[in-house]
Protein backbone atom coordinates (compact mmCIF):
# COMPACT_ATOMS: atom_id res chain seq x y z
CA UNK A 1 0.00 0.00 0.00
CA UNK A 2 1.05 4.04 -0.37
CA UNK A 3 1.98 5.79 2.44
CA UNK A 4 -1.22 7.06 4.70
CA UNK A 5 -0.46 10.31 5.60
CA UNK A 6 -3.32 10.96 7.57
CA UNK A 7 -4.89 7.97 9.28
CA UNK A 8 -8.36 9.72 10.34
CA UNK A 9 -9.12 10.68 7.12
CA UNK A 10 -7.81 7.70 5.49
CA UNK A 11 -10.59 5.90 7.53
CA UNK A 12 -12.90 8.47 7.30
CA UNK A 13 -12.76 7.79 3.23
CA UNK A 14 -12.50 3.99 3.10
CA UNK A 15 -14.12 2.80 6.03
CA UNK A 16 -17.56 0.30 5.50
CA UNK A 17 -18.18 0.48 9.05
CA UNK A 18 -16.57 1.03 13.05
CA UNK A 19 -16.55 -1.68 14.84
CA UNK A 20 -16.29 -0.24 17.62
CA UNK A 21 -13.43 -0.15 20.80
CA UNK A 22 -10.46 -2.55 21.02
CA UNK A 23 -9.30 -3.25 23.84
CA UNK A 24 -8.38 -0.29 26.11
CA UNK A 25 -9.04 2.29 23.71
CA UNK A 26 -8.44 0.95 19.72
CA UNK A 27 -10.59 2.19 17.22
CA UNK A 28 -11.54 -1.05 15.22
CA UNK A 29 -13.19 -0.72 11.73
CA UNK A 30 -14.22 -2.32 8.50
CA UNK A 31 -13.01 -1.60 5.24
CA UNK A 32 -13.29 -2.99 1.82
CA UNK A 33 -11.83 -6.22 0.37
CA UNK A 34 -11.76 -8.64 3.55
CA UNK A 35 -9.80 -5.61 5.69
CA UNK A 36 -9.83 -4.60 9.59
CA UNK A 37 -7.95 -1.59 10.39
CA UNK A 38 -6.90 -0.90 13.99
CA UNK A 39 -6.29 2.53 14.69
CA UNK A 40 -4.24 3.52 18.16
CA UNK A 41 -4.11 7.02 19.48
CA UNK A 42 -1.85 7.76 22.05
CA UNK A 43 -3.61 10.26 23.74
CA UNK A 44 -7.16 8.19 24.18
CA UNK A 45 -5.66 5.41 25.80
CA UNK A 46 -6.04 5.16 29.44
CA UNK A 47 -1.76 4.95 30.08
CA UNK A 48 1.53 4.55 28.28
CA UNK A 49 1.31 0.75 29.50
CA UNK A 50 -1.52 0.54 27.36
CA UNK A 51 0.37 2.18 24.66
CA UNK A 52 3.43 0.02 24.83
CA UNK A 53 1.25 -3.37 24.21
CA UNK A 54 -0.48 -1.85 21.25
CA UNK A 55 3.36 -0.60 20.10
CA UNK A 56 4.81 -4.14 20.82
CA UNK A 57 2.09 -5.16 18.63
CA UNK A 58 2.67 -3.93 15.75
CA UNK A 59 6.99 -4.09 16.79
CA UNK A 60 5.88 -7.96 16.37
CA UNK A 61 4.33 -7.80 13.07
CA UNK A 62 7.49 -5.90 11.84
CA UNK A 63 9.52 -8.75 12.82
CA UNK A 64 6.83 -11.80 11.54
CA UNK A 65 4.34 -11.57 9.15
CA UNK A 66 1.49 -14.12 7.45
CA UNK A 67 3.84 -14.14 4.23
CA UNK A 68 6.14 -16.40 5.79
CA UNK A 69 4.28 -17.68 8.81
CA UNK A 70 0.60 -19.17 7.74
CA UNK A 71 -0.53 -19.08 11.51
CA UNK A 72 0.03 -15.21 11.81
CA UNK A 73 -2.25 -12.80 9.65
CA UNK A 74 -1.78 -11.01 6.53
CA UNK A 75 -0.79 -7.62 7.18
CA UNK A 76 -1.42 -4.76 4.66
CA UNK A 77 -0.54 -2.23 6.07
CA UNK A 78 1.88 -1.09 9.36
CA UNK A 79 2.85 2.52 10.52
CA UNK A 80 3.94 3.02 13.95
CA UNK A 81 4.53 6.35 14.60
CA UNK A 82 5.38 8.52 18.06
CA UNK A 83 2.15 8.44 19.58
CA UNK A 84 -0.32 6.64 16.91
CA UNK A 85 -0.24 3.70 14.62
CA UNK A 86 -2.67 2.02 12.27
CA UNK A 87 -2.34 -1.60 11.15
CA UNK A 88 -4.35 -3.10 8.54
CA UNK A 89 -4.74 -6.62 8.26
CA UNK A 90 -7.15 -9.47 6.62
CA UNK A 91 -10.33 -10.47 8.06
CA UNK A 92 -10.97 -14.20 9.49
CA UNK A 93 -13.61 -15.89 10.66
CA UNK A 94 -13.56 -16.72 14.15
CA UNK A 95 -13.88 -20.01 15.97
CA UNK A 96 -16.06 -21.17 18.70
CA UNK A 97 -15.10 -22.64 22.31
CA UNK A 98 -17.19 -25.59 20.94
CA UNK A 99 -14.99 -26.11 17.89
CA UNK A 100 -11.77 -25.32 19.42
CA UNK A 101 -12.49 -28.20 21.91
CA UNK A 102 -12.92 -30.71 18.99
CA UNK A 103 -9.52 -33.08 19.18
CA UNK A 104 -8.67 -31.77 15.27
CA UNK A 105 -9.22 -27.93 16.32
CA UNK A 106 -7.41 -28.76 19.95
CA UNK A 107 -4.80 -30.78 17.94
CA UNK A 108 -3.89 -27.52 15.34
CA UNK A 109 -4.27 -24.77 18.06
CA UNK A 110 -1.77 -26.92 20.16
CA UNK A 111 0.59 -27.74 17.00
CA UNK A 112 0.64 -23.72 16.08
CA UNK A 113 1.59 -22.70 19.58
CA UNK A 114 4.62 -24.94 19.70
CA UNK A 115 5.30 -23.64 16.30
CA UNK A 116 5.29 -20.10 18.03
CA UNK A 117 7.16 -20.56 20.83
CA UNK A 118 10.18 -21.78 18.43
CA UNK A 119 10.03 -18.65 17.36
CA UNK A 120 13.38 -16.83 17.80
CA UNK A 121 12.66 -13.85 20.36
CA UNK A 122 12.65 -10.72 18.54
CA UNK A 123 15.41 -8.14 20.02
CA UNK A 124 12.54 -5.62 20.83
CA UNK A 125 11.97 -8.30 23.82
CA UNK A 126 13.62 -8.88 26.28
CA UNK A 127 13.56 -11.89 28.84
CA UNK A 128 13.68 -11.05 32.79
CA UNK A 129 15.79 -13.21 35.59
CA UNK A 130 13.40 -16.10 35.49
CA UNK A 131 13.52 -17.30 39.42
CA UNK A 132 11.36 -19.93 41.57
CA UNK A 133 8.04 -18.25 43.08
CA UNK A 134 9.13 -17.80 47.12
CA UNK A 135 6.35 -16.35 49.81
CA UNK A 136 8.10 -14.45 52.65
CA UNK A 137 6.68 -15.58 56.04
CA UNK A 138 4.24 -12.65 56.07
CA UNK A 139 2.47 -13.42 52.99
CA UNK A 140 2.73 -16.75 53.55
CA UNK A 141 0.72 -16.33 56.90
CA UNK A 142 -1.63 -14.28 55.41
CA UNK A 143 -2.35 -17.06 52.45
CA UNK A 144 -2.22 -20.06 55.17
CA UNK A 145 -5.19 -17.77 57.56
CA UNK A 146 -7.19 -16.71 54.72
CA UNK A 147 -7.65 -20.68 53.71
CA UNK A 148 -7.74 -21.86 57.18
CA UNK A 149 -11.07 -18.95 57.28
CA UNK A 150 -12.56 -20.57 54.06
CA UNK A 151 -12.41 -23.97 55.14
CA UNK A 152 -13.86 -23.50 58.86
CA UNK A 153 -16.94 -21.60 56.99
CA UNK A 154 -17.48 -25.53 56.42
CA UNK A 155 -16.60 -27.43 59.78
CA UNK A 156 -15.44 -31.11 59.54
CA UNK A 157 -15.80 -31.41 55.31
CA UNK A 158 -12.13 -30.40 55.50
CA UNK A 159 -8.49 -31.17 56.25
CA UNK A 160 -7.00 -28.59 57.92
CA UNK A 161 -3.88 -30.91 57.87
CA UNK A 162 -3.49 -30.60 54.28
CA UNK A 163 -3.55 -27.22 54.35
CA UNK A 164 -0.70 -26.86 56.71
CA UNK A 165 1.07 -29.35 54.26
CA UNK A 166 0.77 -26.76 51.32
CA UNK A 167 2.44 -23.85 53.54
CA UNK A 168 5.30 -25.68 54.77
CA UNK A 169 5.90 -27.11 51.57
CA UNK A 170 5.22 -24.41 48.77
CA UNK A 171 8.28 -22.35 49.02
CA UNK A 172 10.68 -25.99 48.91
CA UNK A 173 8.85 -27.59 46.41
CA UNK A 174 9.28 -24.14 43.80
CA UNK A 175 12.86 -24.14 44.54
CA UNK A 176 13.18 -27.81 43.89
CA UNK A 177 11.54 -27.99 40.65
CA UNK A 178 11.18 -24.49 39.61
CA UNK A 179 12.68 -24.80 35.55
CA UNK A 180 11.00 -23.14 33.05
CA UNK A 181 11.31 -23.29 29.30
CA UNK A 182 11.64 -19.91 28.27
CA UNK A 183 10.49 -18.77 24.93
CA UNK A 184 8.56 -16.51 22.86
CA UNK A 185 4.99 -16.44 24.21
CA UNK A 186 2.06 -14.81 22.95
CA UNK A 187 0.36 -13.88 26.21
CA UNK A 188 -3.15 -13.93 25.54
CA UNK A 189 -3.84 -17.57 24.11
CA UNK A 190 -7.27 -17.85 24.06
CA UNK A 191 -10.37 -18.72 22.02
CA UNK A 192 -11.06 -14.98 21.18
CA UNK A 193 -7.91 -14.57 19.33
CA UNK A 194 -7.55 -17.65 17.50
CA UNK A 195 -9.42 -17.55 13.96
CA UNK A 196 -9.57 -18.87 10.93
CA UNK A 197 -8.76 -18.75 6.87
CA UNK A 198 -10.67 -20.19 3.80
CA UNK A 199 -8.55 -22.94 4.29
CA UNK A 200 -9.32 -23.72 7.60
CA UNK A 201 -5.86 -22.61 9.01
CA UNK A 202 -5.32 -20.88 12.57
CA UNK A 203 -4.33 -17.65 12.53
CA UNK A 204 -3.39 -15.90 15.80
CA UNK A 205 -3.85 -12.51 16.23
CA UNK A 206 -3.61 -10.14 18.66
CA UNK A 207 -0.08 -9.15 19.73
CA UNK A 208 0.06 -7.05 22.50
CA UNK A 209 0.63 -9.15 24.99
CA UNK A 210 3.89 -11.44 23.47
CA UNK A 211 6.53 -11.67 25.62
CA UNK A 212 9.21 -14.13 27.07
CA UNK A 213 7.77 -16.88 29.22
CA UNK A 214 7.20 -20.27 30.58
CA UNK A 215 5.29 -22.21 27.25
CA UNK A 216 3.33 -23.72 30.45
CA UNK A 217 1.37 -20.23 30.33
CA UNK A 218 0.18 -20.19 27.31
CA UNK A 219 -1.15 -23.79 27.35
CA UNK A 220 -2.26 -23.50 30.74
CA UNK A 221 -4.12 -19.98 29.92
CA UNK A 222 -5.88 -21.84 26.81
CA UNK A 223 -7.37 -24.82 28.85
CA UNK A 224 -8.77 -22.72 31.92
CA UNK A 225 -10.69 -20.25 29.15
CA UNK A 226 -12.13 -23.10 27.95
CA UNK A 227 -13.05 -24.71 31.16
CA UNK A 228 -14.02 -21.18 32.35
CA UNK A 229 -16.60 -21.43 29.41
CA UNK A 230 -17.63 -24.84 29.66
CA UNK A 231 -15.27 -27.09 27.53
CA UNK A 232 -13.42 -28.40 29.81
CA UNK A 233 -10.14 -30.32 28.74
CA UNK A 234 -7.78 -32.93 29.80
CA UNK A 235 -4.56 -31.38 30.85
CA UNK A 236 -2.70 -34.71 30.52
CA UNK A 237 -3.88 -35.02 26.91
CA UNK A 238 -3.37 -31.59 26.04
CA UNK A 239 0.69 -31.90 26.88
CA UNK A 240 1.05 -34.69 25.06
CA UNK A 241 -0.26 -33.10 21.79
CA UNK A 242 1.71 -29.88 22.46
CA UNK A 243 4.77 -32.32 23.30
CA UNK A 244 4.21 -34.48 20.16
CA UNK A 245 4.62 -30.98 17.55
CA UNK A 246 7.34 -29.32 19.69
CA UNK A 247 9.49 -32.78 19.87
CA UNK A 248 10.22 -32.58 23.65
CA UNK A 249 10.07 -36.40 24.61
CA UNK A 250 8.96 -36.24 28.08
CA UNK A 251 5.75 -33.99 29.54
CA UNK A 252 6.45 -34.59 32.87
CA UNK A 253 8.55 -31.23 33.17
CA UNK A 254 5.96 -29.02 31.74
CA UNK A 255 3.08 -30.79 33.82
CA UNK A 256 5.34 -29.91 36.98
CA UNK A 257 5.29 -26.54 35.84
CA UNK A 258 1.76 -25.77 35.42
CA UNK A 259 0.81 -28.02 38.85
CA UNK A 260 3.44 -25.60 40.58
CA UNK A 261 1.41 -22.66 38.85
CA UNK A 262 -1.78 -23.82 39.64
CA UNK A 263 -0.40 -24.28 43.53
CA UNK A 264 0.70 -20.76 43.50
CA UNK A 265 -2.20 -19.00 42.35
CA UNK A 266 -4.61 -20.78 44.31
CA UNK A 267 -2.75 -20.62 47.98
CA UNK A 268 -1.81 -17.20 47.04
CA UNK A 269 -5.00 -15.86 45.77
CA UNK A 270 -8.13 -17.75 45.92
CA UNK A 271 -9.10 -18.22 49.61
CA UNK A 272 -10.07 -14.25 48.66
CA UNK A 273 -12.70 -14.73 46.18
CA UNK A 274 -14.51 -18.28 48.72
CA UNK A 275 -16.00 -16.91 51.82
CA UNK A 276 -19.25 -17.50 51.25
CA UNK A 277 -19.05 -19.98 48.87
CA UNK A 278 -20.79 -23.78 48.49
CA UNK A 279 -18.86 -26.53 49.66
CA UNK A 280 -18.65 -28.10 46.35
CA UNK A 281 -17.00 -24.66 44.81
CA UNK A 282 -14.41 -24.92 47.63
CA UNK A 283 -13.79 -28.79 47.23
CA UNK A 284 -12.81 -28.28 43.81
CA UNK A 285 -10.49 -25.55 44.16
CA UNK A 286 -8.96 -26.98 47.70
CA UNK A 287 -8.51 -30.85 46.52
CA UNK A 288 -7.14 -29.81 43.15
CA UNK A 289 -4.37 -27.36 45.19
CA UNK A 290 -3.27 -31.11 47.20
CA UNK A 291 -3.40 -33.23 44.80
CA UNK A 292 -0.84 -30.95 42.67
CA UNK A 293 1.22 -30.40 45.77
CA UNK A 294 1.34 -34.54 46.28
CA UNK A 295 1.94 -35.22 42.69
CA UNK A 296 4.90 -32.58 42.77
CA UNK A 297 6.18 -34.08 46.22
CA UNK A 298 6.64 -37.13 44.76
CA UNK A 299 8.90 -36.12 41.74
Same mark, same amino acid.
Given at each position: ???????? *??????????????????????????? +???????????????? *??????????????????????????????????????????????????????????????????????????????????????????????? =????????????? *??????????????????????????????????????????? +???? =?????????????????????????????????? +????????????????????????????? =????????? *?????????????????????
Amino acid at each position: MEPIRHFE *EYLTAHSAAAIGLGQSGAKVYRLGDNR +IAKHVQRRLLQNDETW *ERYRREALFYSCYSGATHPFLPQIHYNDLRQDELLLIMQEYQPVSQARLSQPDMLDGALETLAQIHALPVPEFLTAGEAAPFHLDDAALEQSLQG =WRSVLREHPGRFS *EDDLQTVAESINPVNARLFAPRLALTHGDFHCENLLTDDAGRI +IVCD =WQNCGVGDVTGDISFLLSRLSADGYPLDTAQALE +IYCRHASIPDPAPLDSQMRLANLNTTFLF =WHMYLHGSP *EDRVRQLFDHMVEDLRVLLGR
